[in-house]
């Protein structure tokens, strides 16, 4: 399917109003758990579901993909991304670190974004070429040029069963950060971490996890704004890549490669090239919430017990992305 994205902008920017009403307008309500401090509120699922019908009447030809309940349809080639609440623990205690996230995915590669945070009355937006903006007016991101001077956001720690050891990685680089930057942030929202690179707020965002909802709308945005958006091993990033690493190109690679080099993506036993680094697969803790299972020829279904089962998950789904199962992540010695 040929679409220009940008073409989309007016109407993913009206979806996300919807979205941004019901957050702004409705207290959390019921809360579900998806597994240990994991969860899921009624505005959750109240925002998704509104969002879902809102795009299945104008865009009818193109997927959609949510957090909370996963495929409800297959687009070609093209698939709408959607975190209802990014943020949720903090909009559960009243923290305004929270929005909604709605990205638009070709295949593995995030073309479109609109992130809205309503309770701070921003609105971040950006398509492939044709700039980023934050209520109308473009961003850039940060002219850092050294790590002493920077402000690094992380992402959250993992919880749950296998949490100790999925977090060796993310202590050692809060550790290693620490000491060389000028401050770390740890906001609890992707879509807010990824958009405040854009917007020159912060210079640089690390996170060791790349779900689509989580970044799909964030990572385009950063782009558009001129950031370097690139995975663990500094290839581009992709809905494939093991981790989310977003900076101000001044700062990239070589200065923050000192702090990453040691992160390398698990795999089979064996040593990296050009280092004495040992790394082995270690197997996957139980998961936590909605789950991947593969299904088709390229893709992943991701199921949850929900409240319904979206009708097109028993028709063969195929999610423009392939995330990876067991992709922890070691910190090499």
């Known amino acids: 399917m040929t679409i220009e994205a940008r073409t989309l902008l007016p109407i993913a920017d ?4 919807v979205a941004s009403e019901i957050i702004r307008t409705r207290a959390p309500g019921v809360v579900t758990a998806k597994g240990d401090r994991d969860m899921a509120t009624e505005v959750d699922y109240t925002v998704e579901d509104a969002v879902r019908e809102f795009l299945s009447r104008e865009t009818p030809e193109i997927g959609f993909l949510g957090e909370e309940e996963g495929v409800s349809r297959m687009g070609d080639g093209l698939m709408w991304a959607l975190d209802p609440v990014d943020g949720t623990a903090n909009f559960l205690h009243g923290i305004p670190l929270c929005g909604v996230s709605l ?40 002219d850092a040029r050294e790590l002493q001077s920077a402000i690094v956001a992380i992402g959250d720690y993992a919880v749950g ?10 202590l050692a680089l809060t550790q290693e950060l620490a000491a060389r930057v000028q401050r770390i942030r740890m906001f609890g929202a992707a879509a807010i971490d990824l958009a405040w690179v854009a917007d020159g707020k912060i210079d640089a965002n690390i996170m060791l996890s790349n779900n689509p909802w989580d970044t799909a709308a964030g990572v385009i945005i950063a782009r558009e704004a001129g950031a370097t ?28 490669n000192s702090s990453l080099r040691r992160m390398r993506p698990a795999g089979p036993t064996g040593t990296l090239p050009n280092s004495s680094c040992r790394y082995q697969e270690r197997p996957c803790a139980p998961p936590r919430g909605p789950t991947l299972r593969p299904e088709g020829r390229h ?24 995330p990876k199962p067991c992709n922890q992540l070691e910190l090499c010695d």
């Open 14 to 17: 009206q979806a996300v109003s």
């Open 103 to 142: 990205g638009l995915l070709d295949k593995d590669t995030s073309t479109l974004g609109v992130i809205d945070l309503p309770f701070l009355n921003l609105r971040y937006s950006a398509a492939e070429e044709s700039g980023a903006f934050v209520n109308g007016s473009e961003i850039h991101v940060s």
């Open 229 to 256: 958006v690139v995975d663990l091993d500094g290839s581009p990033h992709s809905m494939t890549s093991h981790a989310t690493i977003a900076a101000s190109p001044g700062s990239w690679p070589t200065s923050w």
């Open 161 to 170: 069963e296998g949490a100790d050891e999925r977090n060796r990685p993310r």
């Open 299 to 322: 893709g992943w279904v991701r199921t949850r017990a929900a409240r319904r089962k979206p009708a097109s998950l028993s028709m063969g789904s195929q999610l423009p992305c392939q």
